[in-house]
């Protein structure tokens, strides 16, 4: 009978990342057949698995959303944080994101039941674009500008940023795009270089655009944009291995 080992299983339900699942068996919310569940365990289709005290299943749907994540929501399953993701959507299915965005920060999320696209998604050395909007205390500079675009070393994180492409769109706004998603990135960034953000919306993902979404809102991805997004995403991880 075939195994697979469990984080996998719980990434392929929907519940959340590998990453996410080994963090839950840690703490002793994950069962299987009953008995806490344990790092690096494998599961069969015969196996009873729950997570907080709910069975999980693979999803046969598939669920692919883009949502405008408002200021104050926090990416995280912990039901203690009031501000949780998943109670603010209270979606009726299980479903995860690939990409978190801080509390202060806005915009476009990727919410899906598809484990293996999570993944494809996430993979660094994949260097996939996300592009954003940034608001800051004072006039934006073409020398601000070249020293973001030519990478920062953080020294907090002890990390050089790659570099990325940067163009101003106004006085104090300007338009970045990542290849990589460093902890509070832009904000850190931009304080190294005597700046503080104000406003912060991410408005694309690889090809998916934020467009006249409004805040709060999610739409399914088009079929156009979910063939487009699995042509790169899978693509990448081949090119990458």
Known sequence: MEETRLNKFLSEAGVCSRREADRLIEKGKVFVNGAAAVSGMK???EDEVAVDGKKVEREEEKIVLAFYKPRGVVCTFEEREPDNLIRYLNYPKRITYAG????ESEG???LTN???LIQDMMRAGNEHEKEYVVTVDKPVTLAFMHKLQNGIWLEELGVQTRKCSAEIIGERTFRLVLTQGL???IRRMCRACGYHVRRLVRTRILNV??????KGTYRPLTQGELEQLYKITQNSGKKKG
């Open 43 to 45: 599961v069969t289709p």
């Open 100 to 103: 978190r965005l801080d509390k």
């Open 108 to 110: 476009l999320m990727i």
């Open 114 to 116: 598809q484990g293996q």
């Open 183 to 185: 902890n509070r990135q």
């Open 209 to 214: 655009q934020l467009g006249d979404m409004k």
